[in-house]
């Protein structure tokens, strides 16, 4: 079973769905704390926190200085976003548009 086949079986699609049903950040922590390291759990969020500011035009140095990610670390995620499945970009789409709608409620 190749590593591409391994994220496609009905183990991972009940991950998946375990990760759907959580309602809230409190149980979305709740949840990341017993499933992954806190190690685990900084590097995520790390290259989440690169992948954000590639996407807004961030040079390494500033990425690094803020995120303190190797250059490697970059690197990778950089490759991902241009060559991977738009797993980053749907997220930060989709919290842009959570952001712009808290605005306009608050504007109104």
Same mark, same amino acid.
């Given at each position: 079973?190749? *590593? &591409?086949?391994? &994220? /496609?079986?009905?183990?991972? *699609? ?14 979305? =922590?709740? $949840? $990341?704390? /017993?499933?992954?390291?806190?190690? !685990? &759990?900084?590097?995520?969020?790390? =290259? $989440? !926190?690169?992948?954000?500011?590639? =996407?807004?035009?961030? %040079?390494? @140095?500033?990425?690094?200085? %803020? ?11 950089? =490759? ?5 499945? /738009?797993?980053?970009? &749907? ?9 712009? @709608?808290?605005? *306009?409620?608050?504007? !109104?």
């Amino acid at each position: 079973m190749s *590593k &591409l086949d391994q &994220l /496609d079986n009905p183990a991972m *699609k009940n991950l998946y769905n375990a990760i759907l049903s959580l309602e809230n950040q409190d149980e979305c =922590r709740r $949840f $990341f704390e /017993d499933v992954c390291t806190v190690n !685990e &759990l900084i590097a995520i969020c790390q =290259r $989440f !926190e690169v992948a954000v500011m590639l =996407r807004q035009s961030k %040079t390494y @140095a500033e990425i690094v200085k %803020t995120t303190h990610a190797s250059t490697a670390t970059i690197s990778r995620v950089n =490759r991902t976003l241009n060559y991977g499945n /738009d797993g980053y970009d &749907l997220i930060i789409e989709r919290l842009r548009d959570q952001e712009r @709608a808290r605005l *306009k409620e608050r504007s !109104e």
